[in-house]
């Protein structure tokens, strides 16, 4: 199986591919965090919060055991151990607390660099038709 991500820079500026990567995973209204080997976490982007609660900064460095027990999650943990075995999910779930509280696609993507286990991506993406544009882009693209 491939890496996850393979990232192609110019051969002068690697550095700038990096910084793209960072940015799309900014931008984007989908919770994405990469979990290592031993599935703590070592990337996490602004979404978290929104989908989370919990500041981005915060998860790095914490393992998805203690993460899902803060959360509430410990029956998803079995999503991960599929991973690890190399199968690839995705699971509709609640996600936050009280009236924040929502659903949305969990998407569990393993990481194998050969045939070993690296780590895990997990995505939180909001259902379908849940982000539509609103007002007269909404006219305008017929939605």
């Given amino acids: 199986m491939?890496?996850?991500?393979?990232?192609h820079s110019h051969p002068t500026d690697p550095v700038d591919s990096l910084f793209h990567l960072r940015r799309v995973a900014s931008l984007s209204r989908s919770a994405q965090s990469y979990w290592d080997d031993r599935l703590v976490c070592r990337f996490a982007n602004r979404a978290c919060e929104e989908w989370f609660g919990i500041d981005p900064e915060l998860i790095v460095g914490t393992?998805?055991?203690?993460?899902?027990?803060?959360?509430?999650?410990?029956?998803?943990?079995?999503?991960?151990?599929?991973?690890?075995?190399?199968?690839?999910?995705?699971?509709?779930q609640p996600f936050g607390r009280g009236r924040?509280?929502?659903?949305?696609?969990?998407?569990?993507?393993?990481?194998?660099?050969?045939?070993?286990?690296?780590?895990?991506?997990i995505?939180?993406?909001?259902?379908?038709?849940?982000?539509?544009?609103?007002?007269?882009?909404?006219s305008l693209l017929g939605w």
């Fill in 63 to 92: 393992t998805l055991k203690d993460f899902f027990e803060t959360l509430g999650m410990v029956p998803y943990l079995v999503c991960a151990e599929r991973a690890r075995r190399g199968d690839c999910s995705a699971i509709l």
């Fill in 123 to 138: 995505e939180v993406s909001p259902l379908p038709g849940s982000d539509r544009p609103t007002g007269k882009l909404t």
């Fill in 100 to 121: 924040a509280r929502r659903e949305g696609w969990a998407h569990y993507v393993p990481d194998f660099r050969a045939d070993d286990f690296a780590g895990l991506l």
């Fill in 2 to 7: 491939n890496s996850i991500v393979m990232l």
